[in-house]
């Protein structure tokens, strides 16, 4: 491949620690010596998020909305201890939270499937990508304790002057208890909507999406109704064309039923059920360090790529002092390539399309040829079984799908 593939306009977003390290390496290695990126850089690192107040991330977010492609390194976000090492003026929030609340969308996980790692869940060939919807529900609810007997009602005021509806919740006769209202907005949930409509059409696969209505009648049917309305008047047509469908079933019959299935669909979950199930259905591909994490806008438009896990802060204490470290890059190899592939995609650009698969493929040959980091070697062998021959360290991996990508893009013909 003697020329450089014309990539396109892309938001990238530095992070922290071990990742960070891994950043570069993905730049300099697999992504600059095969495409030219107009690069939008923005320095998410910690120290910088407190220089700045927290300012760069916002503007990273409205960079990636104005530039529709956002590629994200994972982030610290900070407790009291991290507070404490990087004397921050403030617990800064999480990045990701911040650049969600400016963007909007649905974030859907995804795993990376080698043959060769094994899966808690034999039967899952494909990946079972999960959306979950990240808003209102359990996480914006007003709880408390009813410290004895006594009624708990809610009520409806409309803004219009009209008059209040009251609702008795229960009514504590010996004893007190505890109490809970929590709300959703209708816009959110036909955000929510579009955005697994659009991930179903992008992936060809069907679309499940789970609640209780049965004993929700009117909150979760809300859900259902406003998924069914949307889906027959924007998308039926359009799925029939791509031979996949659209259906709700109830979270218990799901999870069941995503037990038993051989994966390759998309499974929009609530907030809490999502909270759960991305984590259940992630340990029952392996590993975190091969799930894929990308923010699909309801415009089906804008997307933000990252990897599904943290910093790795382990292993970039051994890198401080120069000891050798075995870090999976895959995840965040895979954010680049999800990035690439939108900005392809929105551009109709072949030779981009192109190179992101290849890149993509070359990660899962090479694993599968059995060239792996340490993780990897440990989901095969047992961790105490693992000697130093079986992997290779966070460099040595590096190089070997360096030069990988080159045999591979050097057999392909240019479009």
């Known amino acids: 491949m003697s020329k450089k593939i014309n990539g396109g306009s892309v938001v990238e977003m530095q992070g922290d620690e071990m990742t960070r390290v891994i950043w570069e390496l993905i730049k300099e290695k697999l992504i600059f010596p095969f495409v030219d990126l107009d690069l939008h850089s923005y320095d998410l690192g910690m120290e910088n998020r407190d220089a700045t107040d927290d300012v760069v991330t916002v503007e990273a977010a409205k960079a990636i909305k104005k530039y529709n492609v956002g590629i994200k390194c994972a982030t ?39 043959k060769n790692i094994p899966r808690l869940v034999s039967g899952w060939m494909k990946p079972i990508i999960i959306g979950r919807h990240a808003y209102g529900d359990q996480y914006r609810a007003t709880d408390f304790v009813i410290p004895g007997p006594g009624k708990v009602e809610m009520t409806y005021t409309p803004a219009d002057g009209g008059k209040p509806v009251t609702y008795l919740v229960h009514n504590f006769e010996s004893c007190g208890g505890v109490a809970l209202g929590m709300y959703n907005l209708d816009q959110s949930i036909k955000d929510f909507a579009h955005s697994s409509f659009q991930m179903a059409l992008s992936k060809e696969w069907p679309l499940y999406m789970s609640t209780k209505n049965t004993i929700l009648k009117k909150y979760d049917g809300r859900f259902k109704d406003i998924f069914q309305e949307i889906y027959d008047k924007e998308y039926k047509s359009k799925f029939e064309a791509k031979n996949i469908w659209y259906e709700h079933r109830l979270i218990d019959d799901m999870v069941a039923q995503a037990l038993k299935s051989e ?42 790529a990252e990897a599904a896990h943290g910093t790795v802060t382990r292993h970039y204490r051994l890198h401080q002092k120069g000891q050798e470290t075995s870090t999976n890059p895959i995840a965040s190899i895979f954010a680049w390539t999800r990035g690439l592939a939108h900005r392809a995609k929105l551009d109709d650009n072949k030779e981009l399309q192109k190179f992101a698969s290849a890149l993509e493929d070359v990660c899962v040959e090479t694993i599968e040829a059995g060239f792996m980091t340490k993780d990897l070697a440990a989901c095969i062998k047992g961790l105490p079984n693992v000697k130093r021959s079986d992997y290779l360290s966070t460099f040595e991996f590096m190089d070997k799908l360096a030069e990988n990508l080159k045999t591979k893009l050097s057999s392909q013909p240019r479009l």
Do not use: H
């Open 263 to 304: 994966g390759g669909f998309i499974w929009a979950c609530k907030n809490y059920d999502g909270d759960v199930q991305s984590d259940s259905v992630a340990q029952g591909y392996g590993s975190l360090g091969m799930m894929t994490s990308v923010l699909i806008c309801p415009d089906g438009k804008t997307v933000e």
């Open 76 to 114: 610290i976000t900070p407790d009291e201890k991290r507070v404490e090492e990087f004397k921050l003026k403030q617990m800064w929030k999480s990045p990701n939270g911040t650049i969600r609340n400016i963007l909007g969308g649905t974030v859907f996980r995804e795993a990376i499937i080698c």
